[in-house]
């Protein structure tokens, strides 16, 4: 085992850290916006809506998150440079990047599972608890807002949990449209010093270490949510 290239790549490691975190963050958070209204909109929309939504998670959780990824850089990332005016406006910079297009993927690979996640939990709310808030007079957006959806979300937090870490172990993903994430970066060393096993290690350290933070962090939000009733 050789480390004599650790201290020169451990800035880019940093940065492919922090890049992780980013993805991760924001996949999470425009993800779960997504799986919210697509879990409720299966348990009481109407049926055109509740068949999207149905269908959306079908079509996510049953494709590759690879093949997903892949289609939406290459493939509606390459679209919007045809688009008249496109090269010229503010967003461009942005649009020329893979970083956009990994979290859109990531994002909506999250809505997909955890939409799904999120049906089971809204319907495994006991109906008198909401009937009980309707009858004191909340209007359904106040019931959703402090009744159905934190209960909901407490029914299935540890498992939201674990569709979390997942997510962080599939960002490794985002290195083949040159994202270079941790993974990413552990490749370039790999190309660079021909050393294979010592940066796979490293990289594996890291996501270990991400995944310990994850669920302690889990756990202790766990204990700070109230215990529900029997």
């Known amino acids: 085992m050789e480390w004599y290239w650790l201290p020169e790549y451990a800035p880019r490691f940093l940065e492919g850290l922090w890049l992780t975190l980013q993805l991760l963050g924001l996949s999470i958070f425009f993800g779960m916006s997504l799986a919210i209204p697509i879990g409720l909109a299966q348990v009481t929309g109407p049926w055109p809506l509740a068949w999207t939504a149905r269908a959306f998670c079908t079509v996510i959780r049953g494709t590759p998150l690879l093949i997903q990824l892949w289609l939406i850089y290459y493939g509606l990332g390459s679209l919007f440079p045809f688009i ?64 159905w959806l934190p209960r909901a979300l407490q029914n299935v937090f540890p498992t939201l949990a674990g569709e979390f870490i997942l997510t962080l172990k599939a960002t490794p993903l985002a290195a083949t449209i040159t994202v270079f994430e941790v993974y990413g970066v552990g490749s370039i060393v790999r190309q660079e010093t021909y050393r294979i096993y010592e940066p796979l290690l490293f990289v594996a350290l890291i996501y270990l270490c991400l995944t310990f933070v994850l669920v302690i962090a889990f756990r202790l939000m766990e204990r700070r949510m109230p215990q529900r009733s029997a």
């Open 84 to 147: 008249p005016g496109i090269r010229e406006s503010m967003i461009w910079p942005l649009l020329r990047e893979a970083f956009p297009y990994a979290v859109v993927a990531f994002s909506l690979s999250v809505a997909g599972y955890e939409g799904e996640v999120m049906r089971g939990a809204f319907r495994s709310v006991p109906r008198g608890e909401l009937e009980a808030a309707r009858a004191m007079g909340m209007s359904p957006f106040k019931v959703l807002r402090r009744i």
